[in-house]
């Protein structure tokens, strides 16, 4: 994750994402699923759905933070996530470099994409189809209609400490993020499209006229 903008997980790496349609045939466990998305989806865009949750002492749950935006991606490493509410605000990467914009500040962080998707819930989305090599895999059971999935980094140098990826009849639905300190990020996805064409150039990004740019 690229840490926190005014409670908004960016997700993506150390620093700092979900999705997908799968128009398939019913599936034997929520594992199957999420391995077959992530074979056959190499490209979708959609829109996307977070709140926050925190844990409290009598053990209900808060909101903390809702937001909503629009996401594509083409794998690996190409993807724009874009906040449209409550703020405006970007994740976006041309497969070698990652760029954050805040357009409240008009700045721009600018870092070497790498390895941040390894280990991070982005993996799954925006990453190589190899998922077994950065999480290990569970089936998490049935709940209100959606196959859980969950999966534990393998990698300690994560801000996750496991994620939970659920399915209905073949379609990617939601995620659930838990993070070391009680925090769940839950996402929600809708108006997916798998595999449609995107040009290259959807992933290139021009910094704003003006705009400060820094390097991380």
Do not use: C
């Not at 989806?41 to 909101?63: D, I, L, T």
């Not at 909503?68 to 070698?96: C, I, M, N």
């Not at 805040?102 to 390895?115: I, P």
């Amino acid at each position: 994750m690229l840490g926190f903008k005014r409670g908004l997980p960016l997700m993506v790496g150390a620093v700092g994402v979900t999705l997908a349609a799968l128009v398939a045939p019913a599936y034997a466990s929520g594992t199957a699923q999420l391995k077959a998305f992530a074979a056959q989806v190499k490209s979708a865009r959609g829109e996307f759905e977070q709140k926050q949750v925190k844990g409290q002492q009598n053990g209900e749950m808060k909101v903390t933070n809702n937001a909503s935006g629009t996401f594509e991606f083409s794998r690996p490493g190409q993807f724009v996530w874009h906040y449209t509410k409550p703020y405006d605000q970007l994740l976006q990467a041309d497969g070698t470099t990652l760029y954050v914009y805040d357009k409240d500040l008009n700045q721009v962080t600018e870092r070497k994409l790498g390895d941040s998707l390894g280990a991070s819930p982005a993996a799954i989305l925006f990453g190589s189809n190899d998922i077994e090599k950065s999480f290990t895999l569970k089936d998490a059971g049935v709940k209100n209609g959606i196959d859980w999935v969950e999966l534990k980094p393998k990698s300690q140098d994560t801000q996750f400490q496991r994620v939970g990826i659920g399915f209905r009849d073949g379609n990617l639905a939601a995620m659930e993020l838990y993070d070391a300190f009680g925090n769940v990020t839950l996402l929600t996805f809708s108006n997916m499209q798998k595999n449609p064409p995107l040009p290259a150039g959807n992933f290139k990004f021009m910094v704003p006229k003006g705009a400060d740019v820094i390097k991380g």
